[in-house]
């Protein structure tokens, strides 16, 4: 197997991987590829959902996504996103904002993964942007600003920036509640700092709704600037994992058709914790 760095500010790509037989050592190093690069592809793979699911549990503990419809029974553990034509219009393009995955719950998600079974031929593409670049690239004084600052969360909370879609789901955000998290990410494995507002960061604690509002915006616009982001569109085969404390993402808007070469399947796993294989590594 080898890993090399994706083209574009941050990622790396591993080829010749077979992780339907992938042993500790394989895995390993692809771990510790994840959390040096932030995002980790993996192409030409051909796994059963066994597989899938045995493979995403190398990562952490698979969530439990809170739609349910979105669950697969036979395998709960995994989330299907697709762009069929039947889907409702109030939850199309739920996933066009830029977000971290599962910071509207107590605990979010550490890594997320979507694995490719159908791709459209045009379109389609996810954008990923380092919040520990854009953290890095900011004003001695605004990271003084921010350092201890706890942010307040709830589904679909942020100020939207020009351009993102929410989809507004009003059951799930009083089931979900509000919960806090800090406004400057330490890494639990690297120790790095990231900005860590994602798509629920609605207000900030001790700080007037306004005031961190504003803030909010400010910072989510600094740290999508296309400088600190790529765009990668999961083809068929492909397994796509970023580390979720590190970066944002967003999808881009895709027509819902049932049309051959119009098609989006994935199937995605989010996990909690940390992998095993990594839990000696102290941050810095």
Request: aromatic share 8%; proline share 6%.
């Amino acid at each position: 197997m080898e890993i090399r760095r994706l083209q574009g500010p941050f990622g790396a790509v591993a080829s010749d991987a077979d992780i339907g037989k992938a042993d500790d050592k394989t895995i390993s190093r692809l771990v510790e590829a994840l959390y040096d690069n932030q995002i980790l592809v993996i192409s030409g793979q051909s796994l059963s959902d066994a597989e899938y699911v045995r493979f995403g549990n190398h990562w952490g503990q698979p969530l439990e996504f809170f739609a349910a419809s979105r669950r697969r029974n036979d395998f709960p553990e995994l989330i299907k996103q697709d762009n069929a034509a039947d889907t409702p219009a109030n939850v199309r393009d739920g996933a066009g904002h830029w977000h971290s995955d599962g910071t509207y719950e107590e605990v979010p998600a550490s890594v997320t993964m979507l694995y490719g079974k159908e791709a459209p031929d045009k379109g389609g593409e996810t954008l990923i942007t380092s919040t520990v670049l854009a953290y890095e690239a900011l004003p001695d004084t605004m990271k003084s600003r921010i350092e201890n600052l706890v942010g307040l969360h709830c589904l679909s909370g942020a100020p939207p920036l020009e351009g993102e879609t929410f989809a507004y789901i009003p059951e799930e955000i009083a089931r979900l509640g509000v919960h806090q998290h800090p406004f400057v990410m330490r890494h639990p494995v690297n120790g790095a700092k990231a900005l860590f507002l994602s798509g629920s960061a609605f207000g900030i604690q001790g700080m007037d709704k306004s005031e961190a509002r504003a803030l909010i915006a400010e910072l989510r616009a600094h740290a999508t600037r296309p400088e600190f982001r790529i765009a990668y569109k999961v083809m068929p085969g492909d397994l796509f994992l970023w580390d979720n404390f590190s970066t944002m993402h967003r999808a881009t808007p895709i027509e819902y058709s049932d049309e051959p070469g119009k098609r989006r399947l994935l199937y995605r796993i989010s996990t909690r914790g940390m992998p095993s294989s990594i839990q000696s590594r102290k941050p810095a």
